[in-house]
């Protein structure tokens, strides 16, 4: 059918497969943002190559590095943080207030990501931190107040690529983190890794382009599969955790629909419990085993997606065996089908870290688009969040 009814939600199905009324719904290219994060990590390593970033490395190893920033910003610190791993020689911290933490001082680095260059933490944290003489990097948009801090801080700025919302500029903001970090000795990150990853980028835009049936697209699928239910993601691992709150950053925002996300591990000291509620098992206990299935539209469903990564993110730091994670995400895979509850996977692929979370975020982030659009609503404006910072501005 070409529309149908889940979860008291219109879902236009036929939409997905028409690629001109997409594109007439997607006024913003919120399809052909997201199709550039390839584009975005060559471009961000070619400016980050053009930043004076190797004087960072001239007074040595921080004691610490602060990585400010708010939404997809902060996302950059996670991202860093669970790339570097374990072993890391110094702390890596997402900081998501204004200014810096109090103890930042001459012996850190602060890394201020803002894809506008006017979000007020990030702002605060670099104003902070060339007022405590530590060492700054800033990430935005150029020609911004952002920019002109870090140029009065005599401190390297690297431009995001593209004006894209902030949202679908990841790997913009991303990549220049990675290379600061790595110009510390805090990651291994080399150029074949960012060829590979974008590579990969690349390879998913592809496959979930909108000239993709939905049998074949696995984020029109993806889409398809969540419209109308409560969705929950957990990642197997630590780099899988960062993609799943990724994930439930673009849902929230561009579906607008509510959602649990987190590491599988957190999962199993609690969360699981989900799978026994009001909308998991309980519903499918509850329901006339005689009932005709088509009839049970108006309940309300969690649907599981399941992020794996075998590799734990960094095989050689994980600090619990391979096997581990790996038993605990078969054991909720199988919890949600004794509960009738669908689970969807989303399998990690790739050598380095950081081509796997490529691989883990790529057709998720097409997915939340295309279940905005086939709900009607246009995955670029947010009423809500403008409305809110009119009403937060002073």
Same mark, same amino acid.
Not at 252 to 263: E, F, L, Q
Not at 271 to 276: A, F
Not at 280 to 284: F, S
């Given at each position: !059918?070409?529309? +149908?009814v889940r979860?008291?939600r219109t879902?236009?199905?036929?939409?997905?497969?028409?690629?001109?009324?997409?594109?007439?719904?997607?006024?913003? +290219? !919120?399809l052909?943002?997201?199709?550039?994060?390839?584009? #975005?990590?060559?471009?961000?390593?070619?400016?980050a190559a053009?930043?004076?970033? @190797?004087?960072?490395?001239?007074?040595?190893?921080?004691?610490?590095?602060?990585? @400010?920033?708010?939404g997809t910003?902060?996302r =950059?610190g996670e991202?860093?943080?669970?790339?570097?791993g $374990?072993?890391?020689?110094v702390?890596?911290?997402?900081?998501? %207030?204004?200014?810096?933490?109090?103890?930042v +001082?001459?012996?850190?680095?602060?890394?201020?990501? %803002?894809?506008?260059?006017?979000?007020?933490?990030?702002?605060?944290?670099?104003e902070?931190a @060339?007022?405590?003489?530590?060492?700054?990097?800033?990430?935005?948009?150029?020609?911004?107040?952002? #920019?002109?801090?870090?140029e009065?801080?005599r401190?390297?700025?690297?431009?995001?690529?593209?004006?894209?919302?902030?949202?679908a500029?990841?790997?913009?903001?991303t990549v220049p983190v990675?290379?600061? @970090?790595?110009?510390?000795?805090?990651?291994?990150?080399?150029?074949?890794?960012l060829?590979?990853?974008?590579?990969?980028?690349?390879?998913?835009a592809?496959?979930?382009?909108?000239t993709?049936?939905?049998?074949?697209?696995?984020?029109?699928?993806?889409?398809?599969?969540?419209?109308?239910?409560v969705?929950?993601?957990?990642?197997?691992? $630590?780099?899988?955790?960062?993609?799943?709150r990724?994930?439930?950053? =673009?849902i929230?925002?561009?579906?607008?629909?509510?959602?649990?996300?987190?590491?599988l591990?957190?999962?199993?000291?609690g969360?699981?419990?989900?799978?026994?509620g009001?909308f998991?098992?309980?519903?499918?206990s509850?329901?006339?085993?005689?009932?005709?299935?088509?009839?049970?539209?108006?309940?309300?469903?969690?649907?599981l997606?399941?992020?794996?990564?075998g590799?734990l993110?960094?095989?050689?730091?994980?600090?619990e065996p391979?096997?581990?994670?790996?038993?605990?995400?078969?054991?909720? #895979?199988?919890?949600?089908?004794?509960?009738?509850?669908?689970?969807?996977?989303?399998?990690?692929?790739?050598?380095?870290?950081l081509?796997?979370?490529?691989?883990?975020?790529?057709?998720?982030?097409?997915?939340?688009?295309?279940?905005?659009?086939?709900?009607?609503l246009?995955? !670029?404006?947010? $009423?809500?969040v403008?409305? !809110?910072?009119e009403?937060?501005?002073?």
């Open positions: !059918m070409s529309a +149908g979860g008291r879902v236009d199905e036929a939409l997905l497969d028409d690629p001109a009324g997409l594109a007439e719904n997607d006024p913003g +290219g !919120m052909r943002h997201t199709a550039s994060a390839g584009a #975005q990590v060559r471009e961000s390593g070619a400016l053009e930043a004076n970033l @190797a004087a960072l490395a001239d007074e040595g190893r921080p004691r610490a590095v602060v990585i @400010a920033g708010i910003a902060g =950059t991202i860093l943080a669970t790339v570097a $374990p072993r890391c020689p702390p890596v911290i997402a900081h998501r %207030s204004a200014g810096v933490p109090g103890w +001082g001459a012996a850190d680095v602060v890394i201020a990501v %803002s894809a506008s260059g006017r979000s007020p933490e990030a702002l605060g944290a670099a902070a @060339a007022r405590r003489g530590a060492r700054l990097v800033a990430v935005g948009a150029p020609d911004s107040r952002l #920019q002109s801090i870090a009065s801080a401190a390297p700025f690297i431009p995001v690529p593209r004006r894209a919302p902030a949202r500029s990841l790997w913009g903001l990675l290379l600061a @970090a790595r110009t510390l000795g805090l990651v291994k990150v080399n150029e074949a890794d060829a590979e990853t974008a590579a990969r980028l690349d390879a998913d592809d496959r979930c382009r909108p993709a049936e939905s049998f074949v697209n696995p984020a029109k699928s993806l889409a398809l599969g969540l419209a109308g239910s969705p929950i993601v957990w990642g197997s691992s $630590p780099l899988a955790a960062v993609a799943a990724r994930f439930a950053d =673009t929230s925002a561009n579906a607008r629909y509510p959602v649990v996300a987190g590491a591990g957190e999962a199993g000291r969360r699981v419990g989900l799978l026994d009001v998991g098992g309980l519903v499918e509850s329901r006339d085993i005689f009932a005709d299935p088509e009839d049970d539209t108006d309940a309300t469903r969690l649907r997606v399941l992020l794996r990564d590799g993110g960094n095989e050689e730091d994980a600090d391979v096997a581990v994670e790996e038993r605990r995400a078969d054991a909720v #895979q199988t919890l949600a089908e004794r509960r009738g509850v669908r689970c969807d996977v989303v399998t990690a692929e790739g050598g380095s870290p081509e796997r979370l490529a691989s883990l975020v790529a057709v998720p982030d097409f997915a939340s688009i295309y279940l905005a659009l086939a709900h009607g246009d995955p !670029m404006a947010v $009423p809500a403008t409305e !809110m910072k009403l937060s501005n002073p």
